[in-house]
């Protein structure tokens, strides 16, 4: 079992709808990382989180240490959102050590 | 400027050559990484150097080797490759090694 589990794996939607994007995690952190893949391949660091909740543009993540749960919710979604959204996590043993999760697919339809 | 460059972003060789693939960042930071995206689109960390140093090396084999020659440059050097070497191989770099992480393009590795 991977240490950082992603839910869904695919996910399609209409524009305009609101959509929540799940990462739990089994081991010991010291940040949690929200990232954006491009169809074309490139990657960007949307969030780092290490308590609480973020909030950029349209984008918002939160994270709940206890429960080992992080969420990204995207509002309003638009087409130019699809991308895969992978959920790391920084070890809290070694800060230089990084689990990823396997991605979230999202397709957001005009 | 791209904060994080990588080259090349294409390359196709064949079983058993020794290939580099460069990194440069231009935003100042201290620390490094390598990335490797299997055909499962799965992320994995090589690398990651900090001030220079070596942190950490995951289940890489030795074939694979960082170069750094100065805090803004952290080459991947590999040898004897192998076709599961096949891969997208991600740079990427942070202000310390708890920061926000800035990658490069990936450099798109083909080993036939």
């Known amino acids: 079992k991977n240490e950082v589990e992603q839910s869904p794996q695919n996910l399609t939607a209409q524009e305009g709808e609101f959509i929540t994007i799940n990462c739990s995690y089994s081991?010991?952190?010291?940040?949690l990382h929200w990232l954006q893949q491009h169809p074309g391949g490139g990657i960007v660091s949307l969030f780092m989180?290490?308590?609480g909740k973020k909030k950029h543009g349209r984008l918002i993540a939160t994270i709940n240490i206890q429960e080992k749960h992080s969420s990204l919710h995207i509002t309003a979604s638009h087409p130019r959102d699809s991308a895969v959204y992978i959920c790391?996590?920084?070890?809290?043993?070694?800060?230089?050590?990084?689990?990823f999760g396997a991605g979230t697919r999202l397709t957001v339809k005009p | 400027d791209t904060a994080v460059s990588q080259t090349p972003k294409y390359l196709v060789t064949q079983m058993g050559n020794d290939k580099s693939i460069k990194c440069e960042q231009n935003l100042g930071h201290d620390t490094m990484y390598w990335y490797k995206q299997d055909s499962k689109k799965f992320l994995k960390i090589m690398f990651s150097?900090?001030?220079?140093?070596?942190?950490i090396n995951e289940t890489v084999p030795n074939r694979f080797s960082p170069k750094s020659p100065d805090k803004a440059h952290l080459n991947l050097h590999i040898n004897s490759l192998e076709l599961g070497d096949s891969a997208v191989y991600f740079c990427?770099?942070?202000?310390?090694?708890?920061?926000?992480?800035?990658f490069g393009e990936g450099s798109w590795l083909t080993v036939v």
């Open positions: 150097y900090n001030n220079k140093e070596l942190i």
């Open positions: 990427a770099s942070s202000a310390s090694s708890g920061n926000t992480i800035y």
């Open positions: 989180l290490s308590s």
């Open positions: 790391a996590v920084r070890s809290g043993y070694n800060n230089n050590d990084m689990r």
């Open positions: 081991v010991g952190i010291s940040a």
